[in-house]
Structure formats: C-alpha cells, structure tokens
C-alpha cells in the first residue's frame, strides 16, 4: 500500500503524460478506489495543482499548466535528458547571456540521485563540443562550480591564468556570469586589489570556497557592462580612437560593445576605442565595417589604415585596366 504522499507523486505523473483519464483508469492504474482517486485530486488542486474535470461516466481528469509551478516529475531518462538539454544550452548561450540554464542545471543536479549523477559525469566526460574557431572551450563542470560560487554568496580561492599565461591563486568574491555570445566571463571582486574584475571562464583552472560569508554593498555593478568594458579596452598591444557620424545606436550595430568602448559624441556621431594586437590588424577592420569613420589617434593605425585603403584602390585600378577576355568589339556610331 503506497503511503499518501507517493501516491500523490504517482498521480502526478500518470496525468502529466496523457491529456485526460477517466477517473476508472487512474483507479485501475494506482490500484485503489475511484474514491480515493477523488481525494487524491482534491489533494493535488489544494496544493496548487491545476486538474480540470468532465462530468459523467465517460468524463475525466487531465492537468492544465496553472499560475503556480508545482514539483515536477521526471523518470530518469528524462531526468538525463533535461540535464543534457541544459548543458547544452549553458555551453552554447542558445537562451541569452543569462544564467537560466546554468542556474537549473545545478538545481537539478543537486538533487538528482548518485546513480544519475555518475551517469552524467560519465556522459560530460564523453562529450566534446565543437568550439567557434578560435575559441576555446569551457567545460561544463567549471560553469557549474563558478555558477554555484555565485549562489552561495561566500569567498572563493581561484587558481587562475591570465592572457600571458601567468598562474595565480586569488580570493575572489563571487558575483555573475555572463556570457556575451562568444565566450563566459566570471565576473568578481578582487579581494586583494578591492576592485571589480573580470575573468575568462576557459582561464579558471579551480575555484574553492572558504566558508567566509560576503555581503556586497550597493551600489553593485553592472555585470555586463563591465565584461563589455574589459573586452573592447584590453589587454592588446595598440588602442584606437575612431569616430562614427552616426548614433550610438547605429554605431552599436556596426561595432559590438564588446568589441568597442562607446560614448556618444552629441546626437549625431559616436567615439569608439578598439583594441587590437596590432596597428595593420586594426586597420583590417576598420575597412571591413564598411562605413564613414574618422581615426582620431594614433597615427599608427591612421597610416596603416591610409595603407590599407591605397592597396585596394590600386588593386582595383589594375583590375580595371586590364583587357576583358574574349570581349566583343565595340560597335562604331
């Protein structure tokens, strides 16, 4: 004989997978009587369950998605697959620069039991996602040990390996991740320096917890707005400062936040700062993006973006002078 709360969990499951019962088969199915069906039903809509009923003998039970979000549950196939569909979703930011799949992932993993648990590991150990080039990979049990840092709201001691290969230890004070559609950056405060950091997520090699508890004060940053800051301003051997006569918001469109340091310069124009390894790799760019700009600083990037521009010109003159093959001759007035 089931006890009442397992018969409960029974109930909810036979009827999140069929869109109606009869009250018989849920009765035939559970092993008890159309009675304590009733109850059952009773029970579940008292604990915010949404269970519509029909009248009549051929009438039925089926359970309609309500304003409240009650337990679900899942066999342990789906259990694996769910977490699966998360990690994916983390790993490739298919639902934004929010943390919702990883905030999941690590609810769920939290309580599943070890047996799904090891199944999981063993399957995260197997799979291997293919990065954008030129990308590294971050796995997904660093997102899940950074993501739980930020949650506990306590100190951390990271081992960490910055853009010249250097290797640190630090005490950070989890905040956020955020992801900017090409990468995870871990977003903390430097607990020996007392200021905001960003940190490449691929770069953390271990975070611990300390046990000691951290309580932030306002005014509390903008987690994306930094990450945006760090990408577009360094670390890189040239900066350049261009101007767009354009608005910040088309300029946006043209230059990625992450990618340039924006202000706008009156109603009409846009100053952006670039980084980038060097003067004819900026210059490269900055003719891809197609459009008007101004190079205000430095002359480096001014002269090797002139450069630039000069061999296209004279590439295409050449073009232009050469024979066409096999053209027809032109017909005389």
Request: aromatic share 4%; charged share 30%; hydrophobic share 40%.
């Amino acid at each position: 004989m089931l006890s009442t709360s397992a018969r409960l969990l029974r109930l909810v499951s036979l009827l999140a997978v069929r869109p109606a019962w009869t009250c018989g088969e849920l009765a035939e199915r559970m092993e008890v009587t159309e009675r304590t069906v009733r109850r059952d039903v009773a029970r579940l809509r008292e604990l915010g369950y949404t269970v519509d009923s029909d009248p009549g003998p051929w009438g039925g039970y089926r359970l309609r998605p309500g304003t409240r979000t009650p337990p679900l549950i899942l066999d342990d196939e789906e259990a694996l697959a769910v977490a699966v569909g998360l990690r994916e979703a983390a790993l490739s930011g298919a639902l934004g620069g929010d943390q919702a799949a990883l905030s999941a992932l690590l609810k769920l993993r939290q309580v599943l039991p070890k047996r799904l648990g090891d199944r999981l590991e063993d399957m995260d150990a197997a799979f291997v996602q293919t990065p954008r080039a030129g990308e590294p990979q971050v796995a997904a049990g660093t997102l899940l040990e950074l993501a739980a840092a930020c949650r506990r709201g306590e100190r951390a001691r990271m081992a960490y390996r910055d853009w010249g290969g250097r290797a640190s230890v630090r005490d950070v004070d989890p905040y956020r991740l955020v992801h900017t559609g090409r990468r995870w950056y871990f977003v903390a405060r430097d607990v020996a320096r007392g200021e905001w950091r960003t940190f490449r997520a691929d770069r953390v090699e271990r975070v611990q917890p300390t046990g000691r508890a951290v309580e932030f004060t306002e005014p509390l940053p903008d987690p994306a707005l930094l990450v945006s800051r760090a990408s577009a301003t360094g670390p890189y051997a040239v900066l350049a400062t261009v101007r767009l006569p354009v608005p910040m918001e088309q300029a946006l469109r043209s230059i990625p936040a992450t990618v340039g340091l924006h202000r706008a310069d009156g109603p009409d124009a846009t100053v952006v700062e670039i980084g980038g390894s060097s003067a004819e790799g900026l210059a490269r760019y900055l003719v891809s993006l197609a459009t008007p700009l101004r190079v205000l600083a430095p002359d480096a990037v001014r002269r090797a973006l002139l450069h630039r521009v000069h061999e296209l010109l004279e590439d295409n003159v050449e073009e232009m002078d050469r024979p066409v093959p096999d053209a027809p001759p032109r017909k005389r007035s």
